[in-house]
């Protein structure tokens, strides 16, 4: 079975503390909003990595692709 974006949601919250989270797809493409106070102080690279570090081996188990957007609470909130 493939897993929804609230399954994706579900993995990522359970190991990430997230202010914020959207995840949008088709069981096989995913694209999420992150918010976390986690990635203050971090480049692209490793906040993709603590996503990742959430998602386990699902991420080559069961989700084909994860277009991501991880953003700070102060850098969503000046996108409002």
Request: charged residues 25%; negative net charge; aromatic residues 6%.
């Amino acid at each position: 079975m493939l897993p929804t974006p609230e399954d994706i949601k579900k993995y990522i919250s359970a190991g990430l503390a997230c202010e914020h989270l959207e995840v949008t797809g088709d069981g096989a493409h995913f694209e999420a909003v992150i918010v976390s106070p986690a990635f203050e102080g971090k480049r692209l690279i490793a906040r993709h990595q603590l996503v990742y570090a959430a998602l386990g081996d699902r991420m080559r188990d069961e989700i084909h692709a994860l277009s991501m957007k991880t953003l700070t609470p102060d850098e969503f909130k000046a996108q409002a």
